[in-house]
C-alpha cells in the first residue's frame, strides 16, 4: 500500500517559470517530510525538508509546502532553470524509522 | 568521508550465489538505511540501524538477507542464494540524526542472471 504518492509522473515547464511538483501522503502519524533529487546512475540528492510543526521552508529557489490537513505537501522551484531537470521524489516519515517515498515526478525544464 | 560510499558500483551474480554489498556512511553519521530500488522508481527500505544497532528491519526479506554495521568497517548487505527478483539497485543513506535528512549513495546496481 503506497503511503506516499505522486499522482504525476512529469512535468514540463519553459524555462524561467515556476515548477510546482506534488506529494500526497496517508499516514497522520508522518512529521517530516523531504524532497530529492535524482539524476541517472546517481543516488538521491537531499534538497529540502519540513518538519511538521511548519506550513513552509524555504531554501533559495526551493519551497516546500506542507498542509496537513490535506495530507499534501508540494515543491516550487522559482524560476525552474534547465539544470533542475531530474526525477523529483517526496519522502515522508515518523521521526527516525523509515521514510516513505514517492514513485517520483520527472522534471523537464525547456530552455 | 563525506559522502556515502557504496561498493561495488556493479555485481552481477548467477542465480543461487551469494552477493555482498558494502557502505560507508558519512563520519559521524549515528543511523544508516538500506533501500532496494527494482521497478525504475520505487524505493522499498530494508532495514535501518542505529550505530550497530538494528533499528527498524520490517523490510527485510529474512531468509536470505542479513545485515550489519560493525564498529570501525563498512556496513554490509548480504543477499544468500540470490534469485532473479533480487535483481536492483541497492542504495544505503546515512543521517546525523534522527530528523535529520538522509544522505545517499550512488548505489551498487546488482545482476542476477
Known amino acids: 500500500d503506497q503511503q506516499v504518492k505522486q499522482n504525476s509522473p512529469s512535468l514540463s515547464v519553459q524555462e524561467g517559470r515556476i515548477s510546482i511538483l506534488n506529494c500526497d501522503y496517508t499516514n497522520s502519524m508522518f512529521d517530516y517530510f523531504l524532497w530529492y533529487k535524482k539524476y541517472p546512475a546517481e543516488g538521491p540528492t537531499f534538497l529540502i525538508s519540513i518538519s511538521s510543526i511548519k506550513d513552509k521552508n524555504e531554501d533559495g529557489r526551493f519551497t516546500v509546502f506542507l498542509n496537513k490537513s490535506a495530507k499534501h505537501l508540494s515543491l516550487h522551484i522559482v524560476p525552474s532553470q534547465p539544470g533542475d531537470s531530474a526525477v523529483y521524489f517526496c519522502a515522508a516519515g515518523n521521526t527516525g524509522n523509515q521514510f516513505y517515498f514517492g514513485t517520483g515526478t520527472s522534471l523537464t525544464v525547456i530552455p | 568521508g563525506e559522502e556515502v560510499a557504496q561498493t561495488p558500483k556493479h555485481l552481477v551474480r548467477g542465480e543461487g550465489q551469494k552477493a555482498k554489498l558494502y557502505c560507508a556512511p558519512i563520519?559521524?553519521?549515528?543511523?544508516v538505511f538500506w533501500y532496494q530500488q527494482v521497478l525504475k522508481n520505487e524505493f522499498k527500505f530494508l532495514i535501518s540501524?542505529?550505530?550497530?544497532?538494528?533499528?527498524?528491519e520490517t523490510g527485510m526479506p529474512k531468509e536470505r538477507f542479513s545485515a550489519k554495521c560493525l564498529p570501525n568497517s563498512p556496513c554490509s548487505l548480504e543477499i544468500q542464494a540470490t534469485k532473479l527478483e533480487d535483481s536492483a539497485v541497492y542504495f544505503c543513506?546515512?543521517?546525523?540524526?534522527?530528523?535529520?535528512?538522509?544522505?545517499f549513495g550512488n548505489g551498487t546496481r546488482l545482476t542476477v542472471t
Open positions: 543513506a546515512s543521517s546525523q540524526h534522527r530528523q535529520k535528512p538522509l544522505h
Open positions: 540501524f542505529q550505530n550497530e544497532n538494528v533499528f527498524d
Open positions: 563520519k559521524g553519521h549515528s543511523y
